[in-house]
């Protein structure tokens, strides 16, 4: 169907373009599309767009029936586009990146916190951070509807340079100056010891005690692992056979409770334990090593308004005496 036509007249030659739409093109369809393509799944994609599977697939097939292409091969495996389906998907993208502009710059001018704030997070700071700040949100913004993913760093560039995140809490560290930064807090690591190890009558914990113990480390590519291991010079036990990877600092404190080796855990996580859970903590001997947590955002990214406000309230969740740097840390 074409819907509008343009004559542009020069002094050489006159020109007409032709603009086609489908007629019952929406913004709406384009959305689901652009979820099949990032889930391979029906299902999961109705899911994200708070859609039950049958409306979902329905609008699809309508939007193919006018468009006259297959935009999806299904199977009973996984979702896949086709060739042209590929190159429709890239464009709806970015009609909706668009369209959402309009509505943040019309939320940024009136300042308002509301509408929709999707925010990556790092798993080794979520859990002790989320219930600190979140709830504070939910209550006070009821129209703000906050979606929150963990993710490690390198997935939260990725999400963010595909627009599938707005900002972000992360750690400081290198390669950081093409986003915009709000600082948040400083948190020193804290060492998590077994009874049973020969470093629980320590007042506190030097790099050197620590190349004779079992360690129970996150796997690479953790910010929180990466830099202890560059900061305690632990190469040598990271090698060893006495050293264990997993995915989760929550595992390692049961394992260190039952008497198995040591661990690390962030500041905050120390908020959250029990009395007797307390006498396992140590600190590192002086300088204590300290990461900066940071929030990150695009700096094309228009609703500054709203990245201050969750800046501000991240702030006034953690205990004051991490707001600032002292001559005791070191920074890693």
Not at 225 to 241: E, G, Y
Request: with cysteine; glycine share 2%.
């Amino acid at each position: 169907m074409i819907t509008f036509v343009t004559t542009k007249k020069t002094s050489e030659y006159s020109h007409t373009s032709i603009t086609y739409y489908p007629k019952d093109m929406t913004l709406q369809q384009l959305e689901y599309i652009v979820a099949v393509y990032q889930t391979r799944h029906f299902a999961k994609a109705a899911s994200n767009c708070g859609v039950t599977q049958p409306t979902l697939s329905m609008m699809i097939q309508k939007l193919e029936q006018e468009l006259d292409v297959k935009l999806f091969e299904r199977n009973s495996q996984q979702v896949l586009p086709t060739p042209i389906g590929k190159k429709v998907v890239e464009q709806a993208w970015k009609v909706l990146t668009r369209a959402k502009r309009i509505k943040e710059i019309i939320n940024e001018e009136r300042q308002s916190i509301e509408g929709s704030f999707r925010i990556g997070i790092l798993p080794t700071i979520a859990p002790y951070l989320l219930p600190r700040f979140f709830p504070k949100m939910v209550n006070e913004h009821p129209h703000l509807q906050l979606h929150i993913t963990e993710m490690k760093t390198t997935e939260i560039k990725r999400a963010l340079a595909h627009d599938l995140i707005d900002a972000a809490v992360v750690v400081r560290i290198e390669d950081l100056e093409q986003y915009a930064t709000l600082p948040l807090f400083f948190e020193q690591f804290m060492v998590y010891v077994s009874p049973e190890s020969s470093l629980f009558s320590n007042m506190n914990i030097k790099t050197s005690d620590l190349t004779t113990q079992s360690l129970w480390l996150l796997e690479e590519g953790h910010c929180f692992r990466d830099q202890l291991v560059k900061f305690c010079n632990i190469k040598t036990a990271t090698d060893s056979q006495s050293t264990y990877h997993l995915g989760s600092i929550e595992t390692f404190m049961r394992m260190v409770e039952s008497g198995q080796g040591i661990t690390f855990i962030p500041e905050l996580a120390v908020e959250q334990l029990t009395e007797k859970q307390r006498l396992l903590v140590r600190p590192f001997a002086l300088p204590i090593p300290t990461r900066e947590v940071v929030l990150i955002s695009n700096k094309s990214f228009i609703r500054t308004h709203l990245l201050n406000y969750l800046a501000d309230t991240i702030r006034t969740s953690v205990p004051p005496r991490m707001l600032s740097f002292n001559n005791t840390e070191q920074r890693v």
